[in-house]
T-cell receptor
Framework: DAGITQSPRHKVTETGTPVTLRCHQT?????MYWYRQDPGHGLRLIHY???????DKGEVSDGYSVSRSKTEDFLLTLESATSSQTSVYFC?????????????FGPGTRLLVL | GIQVEQSPPDLILQEGANSTLRCNFS?????LQWFHQNPWGQLINLFY???GTKQNGRLSATTVATERYSLLYISSSQTTDSGVYFC?????????????FGQGTILTVHP
């Protein structure tokens, strides 16, 4: 599992509240990613990081922000949750040290926004 | 951006049968991975295979990069093979390894 944990694993929240999801890795890999998975859309990239404090947007970044103050932690924040952000969120890392090589995924976080 | 298409979308097998899943992609790729998402939602790496052929037990994969497709072979299928199989590609350049996923093939193996 490449030492990836996500927290929380399940969360129910209300529209308009802020939510932060955490991805933690134990092996100091440089590249980290946040994806969301929705029926009919597969997995889509939200944001990614290529080092501490180095982040960039993916294809579905609106309504999300990220931070990476330490190599091991990559945080995804929904500033004001909406029902359209109900999804399963996966964190991933690239273990090879180079972008684009084998990625491993965390266990996922199921988020329900009421 | 790059497009990834998987076929078939659904596949139902009896235990012991063989199957082939296909992934077509619209542009040159630096990375191609196959994943299995089990019924509990976990994404499991099967192969990193930007080109060539690899085998791991009952599973094997072949990528023909020049023709822009990859195949995943499952032999002697078992009920534990059920789930969704995803192909994902990385087109290279400065996109920092962002994977683009296909829509997946839903495999159901009956005992």
């Amino acid at each position: 599992d490449a030492g990836i944990t996500q927290s929380p694993r399940h969360k129910v929240t209300e529209t308009g509240t802020p939510v932060t999801l955490r991805c933690h890795q134990t092996e100091n890999h440089r590249y980290m990613y946040w994806y969301r998975q929705d029926p009919g859309h597969g997995l889509r990239l939200i944001h990614y990081s290529y080092g501490v404090k180095d982040t960039d947007k993916g294809e579905v970044s609106d309504g999300y922000s990220v931070s990476r103050s330490k190599t091991e932690d990559f945080l995804l924040t929904l500033e004001s949750a909406t029902s359209s952000q109900t999804s399963v969120y996966f964190c991933a890392i690239s273990t090879s040290g180079r972008a684009g090589e084998t990625q491993y995924f965390g266990p996922g976080t199921r988020l329900l926004v009421l | 951006g790059i497009q990834v298409e998987q076929s078939p979308p659904d596949l139902i097998l009896q235990e012991g049968a063989n199957s082939t899943l296909r992934c077509n992609f619209s542009d040159s790729v630096n990375n191609l991975q196959w994943f299995h998402q089990n019924p509990w939602g976990q994404l499991i790496n099967l192969f990193y295979i930007p080109s060539g052929t690899k085998q791991n037990g009952r599973l094997s994969a072949t990528t023909v990069a020049t023709e822009r497709y990859s195949l995943l072979y499952i032999s002697s299928s078992q009920t534990t093979d059920s789930g969704v199989y995803f192909c994902a590609v990385y087109a290279g350049g400065t996109s920092y390894g962002k994977l683009t996923f296909g829509q997946g093939t839903i495999l159901t193996v009956h005992p």
